[in-house]
Every structure is written in C-alpha cells, then in structure tokens.
C-alpha cells in the first residue's frame, strides 16, 4: 500500500472519529496503529510546525482517539519544540510502548538527546513490531552514520527503497540526505 493510500485510510478512521483531516505526504504525525494500514506516518517536512486544524473541535470519545491526541501533542513535542524529554515521556504515558510509530519516536527523541543505546533499543523494539516500519528503518540508518556505520546505513538506505518501492519517499530522501551529510534529522 502506498504513502498516499495509508493516509486516505487514516482519513476515513479519523473522519469516523471525528479527528482532524490529513493530507498525503504532510507531516501529520498520524500513528499507522490509528487505521493507516502497513505504512506508518511520515517524519515531518524540514521546518515543519504543522498544526492539527480540528485540535478543539475534538472530544476524548474513545481510547483510540486518546491514543492519536496523545500521540499528536508528543509529535509536536518532538518536532515542532525540539522537547524531547517531554515528548519522552508524554510517548511512555500513553502505554503502548510496542507501537513501532511510539516506539521510533521515542528513539528519535532518544537520538536527539544523544542517548545512542536507548535509541538502539527503541528502533528494535519498533522493528520488532513492524519489520517494515520505513520511517524506523531511515532513522536507524541515521543513527548507523552518526555511530561511523556508513556501510551499514547504506544497507537500511536500501531497505528503505524496498519498503517504498521508490527513492522518492520522504524517509528515503532524509536517510539518503544524511548519509550525504547535507542534512541532519
């Protein structure tokens, strides 16, 4: 299934819910354990300070709409504030470490906060959960090349295109672009 399709099935869940709309390939942060299917939410655009436009209108109706508010504030935690620690812990609150979405963000906030062995093992346990989490696999190959594992990151570079079916993809161009050193994520 593709990037743009995973979305429009997260958009027929979240419409059902009555969650905010998401548009293909926009950051939103939208866990795939929220009806997404096999993809998984894309990290979001350099620069990104994407707001979820219905945030107000939404009321607490169900846990899997707890679970996507949750997952939203600790989303723009991360990215949007660069509060990593709190984003940390907002991510554990919500109990579903074994969420590979959860989970990879909790190694990237990790990353960031230079702690490499707790990032190691949250893109395991995010692997575990979904092997062919694209979006763990391009921020694995970030950590490869930050620990000097240049061949390494180039071997998850490759499983990213796989997993995508294209070099096209966001996590591939981020991975690809850290590898080239021309970008940091």
């Given amino acids: 299934m593709n990037r743009c399709l995973s979305l429009a099935a997260a958009l ?21 354990s929220a009806g997404a299917g096999a993809q998984t939410s894309q990290p979001p655009p350099s620069g990104s300070n994407k ?68 990032a190691k093992v949250w893109y395991d346990r995010a692997l575990a959960a979904d092997p062919n989490h694209a979006v763990t696999w391009s921020y694995y190959g970030m ?16 499983k990213v295109r796989s997993i995508c079916g294209n070099t096209t993809c966001r996590s591939y161009q981020m991975l690809k672009d850290a590898i080239d050193g021309t970008v940091t994520y």
């Fill in 12 to 32: 027929v869940v979240s419409t059902a819910l009555g969650v905010p709309d998401f548009a293909c390939a926009a950051g939103a942060g939208v866990p795939s």
């Fill in 51 to 118: 707001k979820s436009p219905n945030a107000k209108k939404r009321g607490p109706n169900s846990s899997l709409e707890n679970f996507i508010i949750g997952y939203e504030a600790a989303y723009a935690l991360i990215y949007d504030r660069g509060e990593y620690e709190a984003g940390i812990a907002a991510l554990r609150a919500l109990n579903r470490d074994d969420d590979p979405d959860v989970a990879t963000l909790i190694g990237y906030a990790s990353r960031k906060l230079g702690r490499y062995d707790d």
């Fill in 143 to 158: 950590w490869q090349a930050e620990q000097g594992n240049v061949l390494k990151a180039k071997e998850d570079l490759e």
